[in-house]
């Protein structure tokens, strides 16, 4: 099984502050997705990266692949509190029984202060 | 309209009982996906359907089954429910592998007392 570490679990901050999550693993993927969940609903898709140094932007937030297709992360600039939620990444295998298989890490929980 | 709905949204039961969730897309997806969600853990793959009739287990496929008999209904059976499979239970959809995102349903809370 492949493991996807996220840091931080938790992350409280006031509103207008930027902040970063990360994801990270000692194995290769094919692609790496970011999800967002609020309380009661399931995660809902906000990028896809397959390409090493990718780079995608969505409003506010910077999404990141590595070069080395291992790790990934989630930028937000001037957070706002409707950004409040559970971010989730999720990594496709590369290769082997696990190919084309979601893992997710364990996730982060983003508060913002207004 | 949602493309994937999963039923019931709450269920309580008892120990030993068995339980079937359903999930059913209306995207004519190939690929449906189980999963549950416990604090500290993540979300975990128990089962998944690549078609009609194949299935295969994911990471946490012990006490539970499953089928799909239609390409857009995709069922989760717990045989004897036990406290340890209290959770969430989501369902997810794709149209393909690799570089296609998960489409999630709202989820089902299980609680087994």
């Known amino acids: 099984t492949q493991l996807l570490e996220q840091s931080p679990q938790f992350l409280s901050i006031q509103e207008g502050e930027n902040l970063t999550v990360y994801c990270n693993s000692s194995?290769?993927?094919?692609?790496l997705q970011w999800y967002r969940q609020e309380p009661g609903e399931g995660p809902v898709l906000l990028v896809t990266?397959?390409?090493?140094?990718e780079v995608k932007k969505l409003k506010r937030l910077t999404f990141q692949f590595g070069d080395a297709r291992k790790d990934s992360s989630l930028h937000i600039t001037a957070a706002q509190p409707g950004d409040t939620g559970l971010y989730l990444c999720?990594?496709?295998?590369?290769?082997?029984?696990?190919?084309?298989?979601?893992?997710f890490g364990q996730g982060t929980i983003l508060t913002v202060h207004p | 309209d949602a493309g994937i709905t999963q039923s019931p949204r709450h269920k309580v039961t008892e120990t030993g009982t068995p339980v079937t969730l359903r999930c059913h897309q209306t995207?004519?997806?190939?690929?449906m996906y189980w999963y549950r969600q416990d604090p500290g853990h993540g979300l975990r793959l128990i089962h998944y359907?690549?078609?009609?009739?194949?299935?295969d287990k994911g990471e946490v496929s012990d006490g539970y089954s499953v089928s799909r008999s239609k390409t857009e209904d995709f069922l989760l059976t717990l045989e004897s429910a036990t406290s340890s499979q209290t959770s969430v239970y989501f369902c997810?959809?794709?149209?393909?592998?690799?570089?296609?995102?998960?489409?999630f349903g709202s989820g089902t809370r299980l609680t087994v007392v």
């Open positions: 997810a959809i794709s149209a393909g592998l690799r570089s296609y995102g998960y489409t």
């Open positions: 194995s290769v993927f094919s692609s």
């Open positions: 990266v397959v390409t090493g140094g």
């Open positions: 999720a990594g496709t295998a590369a290769g082997g029984t696990s190919y084309g298989k979601l893992t």
């Open positions: 995207e004519n997806h190939r690929y």
């Open positions: 359907s690549y078609g009609v009739k194949d299935t």
